[in-house]
Every structure is written in C-alpha cells, then in structure tokens.
C-alpha cells in the first residue's frame, strides 16, 4: 500500500516550475570518498539555539538548504522545543570549526511547516521545512525526483554530531562525511532496523552493514547526498537509528523522493522573499516575535574567521527507537573530516 504521507496531496505546479540552479557548483569536488573543504557541501546548515550562539555554537540539529530561504530538516528536531522555539533557533552556515566559532553567515527561522502527518509517537513523516528570515547566497541542493529508485546505491552523509556512540560533540569541531549505501528494502528488511520499516512508511535505510559508519546524534536533519553525473541530490533526511555504527543496524532517513508532493506544495506556496512579521508554528498557531538583539541576516562574518587545522569532527547519530532527541544527534564511529 502506498504511503498515505507520499499521496496525500495531489495538487502541485509542475516539478520543471518549481526547480531552481541546484547541486552544479559542487560538482566533482568529492573524489573518491576524500576529504576536501566545507565548500564541498554549501547548502549544509547547522541549527543552534540562540543561548549557544554566542559561545559554543552547540548544534541542535542538522538541515539542507534546498531554496535560497528554505530548509528541510526532521520533524523531531522541532517537536520537543518550547512554546515559543521559533525565538530560539538559528541556521548557521559554512560553520568551518564549531569550536572557534568560525563560520560565515547565519539567518533566523521565521516560519517552520511541519509534515502534517508528522507522528511523534511513530516518528512517521519525520520532515519540516523551516523557512529564513531572509534569501541566503549559499548554493542549494537538489531534490531527488519523484519516483527514484535505483537501489542500492552509494551515497553519502555530513554532519556534526557523535563521533561515538556514547560520546560527547564537545571535541566535534568540523563537519565530516562519510561513505554509506542506501539500500533495498529487502536488504534493509534483514536487519534490526525490520521492525522500523514495518511501522513507517516513506523512509530509507543506509549505512555500512559491518558497522562502522553511520550517521549518529547530533546529526539528525542532516543530508543524505547521493552524487549523479557530478550534481548532488538530497536523498533523505536524518532520522533515526538503532545505536551508532553498529553492525546489522543500518540508519534511517526519510525518503525525499517519497515526500516530494509535500515538500513542492509547500515550496509552491510560500514566495522566496521576506516573510511577514511574526513567528508562526505550520500554518495555523502564531508564537511571539523574538525581542532584543538576535541573529538575523545570513552572510554576516563571524567574529573569528582565521583559517582552521586540517583535521577537524563531524558525525551523525542514531540509537534505538526513541532515538530522535534534538539535544543530540546521529554520529559514525570511522569517519572522515575535512576543513579548509
């Protein structure tokens, strides 16, 4: 049976209305699986609270720009915040060493859609988009066509979370990638994750079966990026997973491809331009605007933007089932960093 989250929606502008110059200034910069600069990866964007911009640029969640003012993130790096969260977020970006604060622009989130059928019991639909303050000069990623499915095949995930499953991101200082397979259902359906796919509809399951490389906590939101003739393709959406690059437990992401009807009505209804004044919750509740000082146009330089060590951190999350918790995210245990 098909996912009531994919069909739910029947109208939207044709897909060739909606696209945009995406995925090309990036191509053929990953070779081989090698580490190269966060350039690689433009449209990665990291979401911190406002109370750690000023000090530790403690990531919440990660997400992918997809319009020069949207963001596709997971549900449930939403879903537990405060009333009033939409004050308390922030999309960082090109964030070259987390530790030294080194990165190069950020904007406040003013509107978030959240999949309306987002479950937070099930973690099904585990999508929103979180729509900026302002358009960002950073290049997008493409959306992954409605209908691919060409598994299994390679792709590959950044992030900032754990390094280790029962580690700290205090030491995660610079975004990482790893090079994990998106797999069959049936290959994915012989592992501890079954259960998982048995409940949700509209996901992928990735990752290296010996374990080793996953994505882990604090990594959640984050891009699955699968690579064609040179152009990157948002493939899925970090969500969850069973521990951190364990053996047999591929991780879990929502399938782009799947969901594509959603997200393209939701980029069909809201121009790219400066939102109304206010913050509101989906297209219904409105929360309080934030007050005081707070981050608010992208491309505003940091205040220490000194080149960073080549070394750096990154990882991606993932636990049991209950794992979605936007106070960490998914990691890999064998990783690799790059930097400038």
Same mark, same amino acid.
């Given at each position: 049976?098909?996912?009531?989250?994919?069909?739910?929606?029947?109208?939207?502008?044709?897909?060739?209305?909606?696209?945009?110059?995406?995925?090309?200034?990036?191509?053929?910069?990953?070779?081989?699986?090698?580490?190269?600069?966060?350039?690689?990866?433009?449209?990665?964007?990291?979401?911190?609270?406002?109370?750690?911009?000023?000090?530790?640029?403690?990531?919440?969640?990660?997400?992918?720009?997809?319009?020069?003012?949207?963001?596709?993130?997971?549900?449930?790096?939403?879903?537990?915040?405060?009333?009033?969260?939409?004050?308390?977020?922030?999309?960082?970006?090109?964030?070259?060493?987390?530790?030294?604060?080194?990165?190069?622009?950020?904007?406040?989130?003013?509107?978030?859609?959240?999949?309306?059928?987002?479950?937070?019991?099930?973690?099904?639909?585990?999508?929103?988009?979180?729509?900026?303050?302002?358009?960002?000069?950073?290049?997008?990623?493409?959306?992954?066509?409605?209908?691919?499915?060409?598994?299994?095949?390679?792709?590959?995930?950044?992030?900032?979370?754990?390094?280790?499953?029962?580690?700290?991101?205090?030491?995660?200082?610079?975004?990482?990638?790893?090079?994990?397979?998106?797999?069959?259902?049936?290959?994915?359906?012989?592992?501890?994750?079954?259960?998982?796919?048995?409940? !949700?509809?509209? &996901?992928?399951?990735?990752?290296?079966?010996?374990? %080793?490389?996953?994505?882990?906590? $604090?990594?959640?939101? +984050? /891009?699955?990026?699968?690579?064609?003739?040179?152009?990157?393709?948002?493939?899925?959406?970090?969500?969850?997973?069973?521990?951190?690059?364990?053996?047999?437990?591929?991780?879990?992401?929502?399938?782009?491809?799947?969901? !594509?009807?959603? &997200?393209?009505?939701?980029?069909?209804?809201?121009? %790219?331009?400066?939102?109304?004044? $206010?913050?509101?919750? +989906? /297209?219904?509740?409105?929360?309080?605007?934030?007050?005081?000082?707070?981050?608010?146009?992208?491309?505003?330089?940091?205040?220490?933007?000194?080149?960073?060590?080549?070394?750096?951190?990154?990882?991606?999350?993932?636990?049991?089932?209950?794992?979605?918790?936007?106070?960490?995210?998914?990691?890999?245990?064998?990783?690799?960093?790059?930097?400038?």
């Amino acid at each position: 049976m098909k996912t009531l989250c994919a069909i739910f929606l029947a109208l939207l502008l044709p897909e060739g209305l909606l696209t945009e110059k995406c995925g090309e200034s990036v191509a053929s910069r990953i070779v081989g699986g090698t580490v190269a600069n966060t350039r690689q990866f433009p449209y990665y964007t990291g979401l911190i609270r406002k109370k750690y911009f000023n000090r530790t640029l403690s990531l919440a969640c990660g997400g992918s720009l997809i319009r020069s003012n949207k963001v596709l993130t997971a549900a449930h790096c939403y879903d537990k915040s405060e009333p009033n969260w939409m004050d308390e977020y922030v999309a960082v970006f090109d964030i070259r060493d987390r530790c030294k604060r080194q990165y190069d622009g950020f904007s406040d989130i003013t509107y978030v859609d959240m999949h309306p059928l987002w479950n937070t019991n099930t973690k099904n639909c585990d999508l929103a988009i979180a729509t900026l303050q302002e358009n960002v000069k950073y290049d997008t990623i493409c959306l992954s066509p409605k209908g691919y499915n060409k598994y299994p095949t390679s792709a590959y995930v950044v992030g900032l979370g754990l390094t280790e499953e029962e580690g700290t991101t205090e030491n995660v200082c610079n975004l990482l990638q790893i090079n994990i397979q998106i797999f069959t259902r049936e290959t994915c359906m012989g592992t501890v994750m079954a259960g998982i796919l048995q409940r !949700r509809t509209g &996901i992928l399951c990735a990752g290296v079966l010996s374990g %080793q490389f996953d994505s882990c906590q $604090g990594d959640s939101g +984050g /891009p699955l990026i699968r690579v064609e003739r040179g152009v990157h393709y948002l493939q899925g959406v970090v969500s969850t997973g069973a521990g951190c690059g364990r053996a047999n437990s591929p991780g879990i992401y929502a399938d782009v491809t799947a969901h !594509r009807i959603w &997200i393209d009505r939701v980029l069909k209804k809201t121009p %790219q331009t400066n939102p109304a004044p $206010g913050y509101q919750y +989906g /297209p219904r509740t409105t929360v309080r605007p934030s007050r005081g000082r707070t981050p608010s146009s992208a491309r505003r330089t940091s205040p220490s933007r000194s080149r960073v060590p080549q070394s750096g951190n990154l990882g991606f999350s993932s636990s049991s089932d209950s794992w979605p918790q936007i106070s960490s995210s998914r990691t890999f245990s064998n990783y690799t960093s790059y930097s400038n």
